[in-house]
């Protein structure tokens, strides 16, 4: 318990940290990535860009490498957008540790996903972070970071290649679109390789991220969200808090102040549904300092 409060105290600065360090490495800058169409490429570049997955060197990205345990926990807690102590230097697993030359970088992302009740480890007291990581095992991996467990329990699936106890996540995993689509059987005993995880990743974040209704407030003549990222068909609201009043306005999108010249009041709010995919800056006309980014996925 201690050590979960310690990973939420510390997590403003591991995040302000994380966002530090530079990737400016595209898809382009990987030989075995060269051939991807241009779609797939794109989910590359959107992964990559976001600091979730690096190149296994500086020309190679490892498209058919087969991935481990530690790999894993680091995409799944980036993905999910958990707490991460990047100051953490101690596991609750026997076999995880900072001096692990190739895995000891996961540390506090297992630490993060342990917290986070993804993963209980590998068995008594380890996780087996050098572990390779079967398909049928990245299925259930993944519908755990989609909270979606008890879902695959419900499932029955006929695929002798799949064993019993993952069938109804590999049948949950292939409904969700986790998996690229394939011909024939799934293969679930057959090692996972980094495009598998990658690919699964990038569709289990789109489908992480929040759908519906989000609310950004006023407050201190600041928006409480300096970016969000939301998917098309999103009402975005905007609540006023304080006694400024302020306008909403998104240049050739909407503009508060046509249906309320005064501005938005203190306990008054105005919300846009944002349809289309794109970039957009949101700002106050009196305080144009004030401005957040919402992206529309
Ligand atoms: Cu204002």
Redesign the pocket.
């Known amino acids: 318990m201690k050590k979960s409060l310690f990973v939420v105290l510390s997590a403003t600065i591991a995040l302000s940290m994380f966002s530090s360090v530079a990737f400016g490495k595209t898809s382009a800058d990987f030989t075995d990535l060269k051939d991807l169409d241009t779609a797939t490429k794109a989910k590359f570049d959107t992964m990559i860009s976001a600091g979730i997955f690096n190149g296994v060197s500086d020309t190679a990205f490892g498209l058919h490498d087969e991935m481990n345990r530690a790999q894993f926990a680091k995409v799944a807690a980036l993905i999910m957008g958990l707490d991460i102590n990047k100051d953490l230097n101690t596991s609750s697993f026997t076999d995880v540790s900072i001096d692990d030359r190739a895995n000891g970088y996961a540390l506090p992302y297992i630490e993060a996903l342990k917290a986070a009740g993804v993963t209980d480890g590998y068995g008594e007291g380890t996780y087996n972070p050098a572990g390779k990581v079967t398909k049928e095992q990245l299925a259930a991996f993944l519908v755990r970071v989609l909270g979606k467990d008890a879902d695959a329990q419900g499932k029955t699936f006929m695929d002798k290649t799949v064993s019993d106890w993952a069938q109804g996540y590999v049948a949950l995993a292939l409904e969700l679109k986790l998996f690229p689509t394939a011909e024939g059987s799934f293969g679930g005993v057959s090692n996972a390789t980094r495009d598998l995880l990658l690919l699964g990743a990038y569709e289990a974040k789109q489908q992480l991220m929040p759908v519906g209704e989000q609310m950004i407030h006023i407050m201190d ?1 600041a928006f409480s969200k300096k970016a969000l990222t939301v998917k098309a068909g999103t009402k975005v609201t905007f609540m006023n808090e304080e006694d ?1 009043p ?2 909403i306005v998104s240049d050739g999108l909407f503009d508060s102040s046509k249906e309320n010249r005064a501005g938005i009041k203190k306990g008054e709010s105005y919300s846009y549904t944002f349809d289309k995919p794109g970039v957009y800056k949101v700002y ?1 006309t ?2 144009p300092f ?1 401005n957040t980014t919402i992206t529309v996925k």
Do not use: E, K
């Open positions: 003549f400024v302020h306008t106050c009196f305080h004030m």
